[in-house]
């Protein structure tokens, strides 16, 4: 059995009511590295999430955040982000977002993110399109740096590694009309979508905070890819550029070392 895009939906609104009323509460806090945060929240989302899927889809494999992988039929394979932004979460900055996303054969076709702070809801189907709340999304028309405004993450290890992303921040944050740092990938790529953002990219992800996002943005026009310019931006190391046909060329060229 197949989901429905309205089944996401649902699932998605559900989580997101469990994130809004533990909002600003006093939270047990772990750490999965030095900055790399999980509250009791993303785990009884991420619970919720994983047992409806679990009842109404039984079988059907799951990769998610926290738990990671819940074995079953690779066919029908879900991708689950209970809480996109946690830090920003634990310290009571209202960013934050739930990500699901359903694939068949290795193909996402499903996608929902939805903010529960302003209840933003994205949702989009592979060759249907895409809607926030009902409104259809296209990506920015922009076609020039000095025009956009451009969005970005940093990884986790950004202490050690030498692919911080630094050194593109300070390269397009020179070339544009600012860089933004939100702290939820998946809340980046619906911005794109929306046309808020004209560019999004980041190195060092994982597959479930680009799932939802990426066909999302996809499905409003951007060009999404890895920042070698393949469309394989799930397969690791996770990398990802998403940007409206006029820009993305002129931003792979500088994230691949040729510009």
């Given at each position: ?94 960013i ?7 694939a ?103 597959p ?7 066909l ?29 046909p ?14």
């Open positions: 059995m197949k989901p429905a895009l309205s089944d996401l939906e649902r699932l998605a609104r559900q989580a997101g009511e469990l994130l809004r009323l533990g909002y600003e509460h006093e939270h047990q806090v772990d750490y999965k590295d030095v900055i790399d945060l999980v509250t009791e929240v993303d785990r009884q989302s991420e619970a919720f999430l994983l047992g409806e899927i679990q009842r109404l889809f039984p079988g059907h494999q799951i990769v998610s955040e926290e738990i990671g992988l819940v074995p079953g039929r690779e066919v029908d394979q879900w991708y689950v982000d209970p809480l996109d932004g946690t830090v920003n979460y634990a310290h009571g900055i209202p934050f977002t739930v990500s699901i996303a359903y068949r054969d290795g193909v996402v076709t499903l996608g929902v993110v939805y903010d529960p702070m302003r209840d933003e809801l994205f949702a989009a189907e592979r060759g249907q399109g895409v809607w926030c709340n009902g409104r259809s999304l296209q990506v920015s028309r922009v076609t020039e740096f000095q025009r956009s405004l451009l969005v970005t993450g940093f990884p986790y290890d950004i202490w050690s590694t030498p692919k911080n992303n630094l050194d593109y921040f300070g390269r397009f944050t020179r070339m544009t009309q600012g860089v933004r740092r939100l702290g939820s990938a998946a809340l980046d790529l619906c911005y794109v979508a929306a046309g808020r953002f004209e560019g999004y990219w980041e190195l060092s992800l994982k479930w905070d680009l799932a939802a996002g990426g999302i943005a996809a499905e409003a026009g951007a060009i999404v890819t890895n920042l070698d310019g393949r469309d394989e931006y799930l397969a690791p190391p996770c990398s990802l550029l998403a940007a409206p006029g820009l993305h060329p002129k931003m792979l060229e500088i994230l691949s070392g040729k510009g």
